[in-house]
């Protein structure tokens, strides 16, 4: 399981496995999905895609991890790791 750094902000987002989001997101802290998000994503913080994620859009962040499935393009500030699981 990934290992969640907290950001200066001391906040971190969660979007379930059981949730679905259709729509933009843009936070400044940390997140991670493991449900559904049908749109685009910005995030200041780092974000984590979980075995069970799935994003429909593009995506910025400061660095990510991503273990489930993308598809939209993907611009990463400093790190991007991708697991086996990833698609």
Same mark, same amino acid.
Not at 12 to 24: A, R, Y
Not at 27 to 32: C, V
Not at 63 to 72: C, K, R, Y
């Given at each position: 399981?990934?290992? %969640? @750094?907290? #950001?200066?902000?001391?906040?971190?987002?969660?979007? =379930?496995?059981?949730? =679905?989001?259709?729509? !933009?997101? #843009?936070?400044? $802290? /940390? @997140?991670?999905? !493991?449900?559904?998000?049908?749109?685009?994503?910005?995030? &200041?913080?780092?974000?984590? @895609?979980?075995? =069970?994620?799935?994003? /429909?859009?593009? @995506? *910025?962040?400061? =660095?990510?991890?991503?273990?489930? *499935?993308?598809?939209?393009?993907? %611009?990463? !500030?400093? +790190? %991007? $790791? +991708? &697991?086996?699981?990833? %698609?």
């Amino acid at each position: 399981m990934a290992k %969640l @750094i907290e #950001n200066n902000l001391g906040a971190v987002n969660l979007i =379930s496995s059981t949730t =679905s989001v259709t729509g !933009d997101i #843009n936070t400044e $802290s /940390d @997140i991670r999905i !493991d449900g559904t998000l049908l749109g685009n994503m910005v995030t &200041k913080g780092r974000l984590i @895609i979980g075995p =069970s994620g799935k994003i /429909d859009g593009d @995506i *910025q962040c400061k =660095s990510a991890e991503v273990e489930g *499935q993308v598809n939209g393009k993907v %611009l990463v !500030d400093e +790190l %991007l $790791s +991708l &697991k086996a699981t990833a %698609l």
